[in-house]
């Protein structure tokens, strides 16, 4: 039985398997228990001499399933070593980490500026009403902005926002003067692709309303924000222009930061590149938006994000910014 016992316990390939032959041998019902509890029926002679061996034999059954266990466990171990094993000479995988969007970038940028000046960010949403859109930014009813060929409309009452521009009608009617924002977003035209035209591009509008607020105000702010995006030495140029929701208005022309306002290609020889849209808020917009213009006063201004972000990186078409092609997005 001892040998038997032995020689299987040897062949065994596995912990389940040398269990059952632990239950098989030394179990409740194995074979050695039950020659241990025929012990009974032994006289007293023998029983001493084959209650000895039965033991030894159990005992012998036992460490050989005991050290059969341990080199099993051994093995598995090893096992599990070696197919664990690092190899720290094999080339790392390929480790992609996400950039900004050179938009995301510029608008960043931008927004610091006029955070360190002590404005802070609204936002409103890209489904506009047409009464912020321009009801009660005091655009005419046949501006032509408004024309179904312009803007997208999504039924009479509202559209997919054309301009910034709302934003400041939200913010004026529900936030406490003094106002000191600005809000970056997405705008919407019914423009056909091309090289400087995208059907949805970005904005960015600044909105100071408050007693005293004055065009010199403006003009401060303004200068001081060019100077840290484009550079000290940056001039700005006003322009009178028309906007219905400023009066008076401007647009802004800074100097070309490339050649510094010599004139080269990127400023198309003329030194000076337009980049804002500007002036003090309209008494209409002001009433509009329950605010008395006889008491307060305010400026504003909104500026193209996608044609900074051209100009600032070199980008030539604008659609690039929008294709999403890995080999342009990784030069930022
Ligand atoms: N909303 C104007 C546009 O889309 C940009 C602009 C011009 C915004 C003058 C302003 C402003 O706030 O005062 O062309």
Redesign the pocket.
């Given at each position: 039985l001892q040998e038997t016992a032995l020689s299987e316990i040897k062949d065994m390939q596995s912990i389940e398997q040398v269990e059952s032959l632990r239950v098989k041998y030394l179990g409740k019902k194995g074979e050695i228990t039950s020659i241990l509890k025929e012990m009974g029926k032994l006289s007293a002679e023998e029983r001493p001499v084959i209650g000895k061996v039965a033991n030894e034999v159990r005992e012998a059954i036992n460490d050989a399933i005991s050290s059969k266990k341990e080199e099993l466990k051994n093995i598995e171990k090893q096992r599990k070593l070696a197919e664990e094993v690092l190899d720290v000479t094999m080339p790392a995988k390929e480790f992609r980490v996400g950039k900004k969007h050179p938009i995301s970038k510029i608008t960043d940028e931008i927004s610091d500026i006029f955070i360190g000046m002590g404005f802070s960010i609204a936002e409103g949403p890209e489904v506009e009403t047409v009464a912020n859109n321009f009801d009660a930014l005091n655009a005419p009813k046949d501006h032509p902005s408004r024309d179904m060929s312009d803007t997208f409309y999504i039924n009479e009452e509202l559209l997919l926002r054309?301009?910034?521009?709302p934003v400041?009608v939200r913010t004026m009617k529900n936030e406490e003067l003094p106002i000191k924002i600005i809000s970056p977003g997405r705008?919407f035209r019914f423009d056909a692709p091309d090289a400087t035209h995208s059907p949805m591009f970005h904005?960015i509008?600044?909105?100071v309303v408050g007693k005293d607020v004055t065009m010199a105000q403006l003009k401060g702010t303004l200068d001081m924000f060019v100077k840290k995006l484009f550079g000290e030495n940056t001039k700005t140029k006003f322009r009178p222009h028309n906007?219905p929701?400023?009066e008076p208005?401007a647009e802004v022309d800074v100097t070309c930061f490339k050649c510094g306002g010599e004139g080269c290609p990127m400023c198309k020889g003329e030194g000076w590149i337009e980049i804002?849209?500007?002036?003090m808020?309209h008494p209409n917009v002001l009433r509009n938006c329950g605010i008395d213009p006889e008491v307060y006063s305010g400026?504003?201004?909104?500026?193209?994000l996608d044609r900074i972000t051209m100009l600032k990186y070199e980008i030539d078409d604008i659609r690039l910014l929008f294709e999403n092609d890995m080999r342009f997005l990784n030069q930022f």
């Open positions: 054309t301009q910034t521009s400041q705008c904005q509008e600044g909105l906007f929701f400023t208005s804002l849209g500007a002036g808020v400026f504003a201004f909104g500026m193209g």
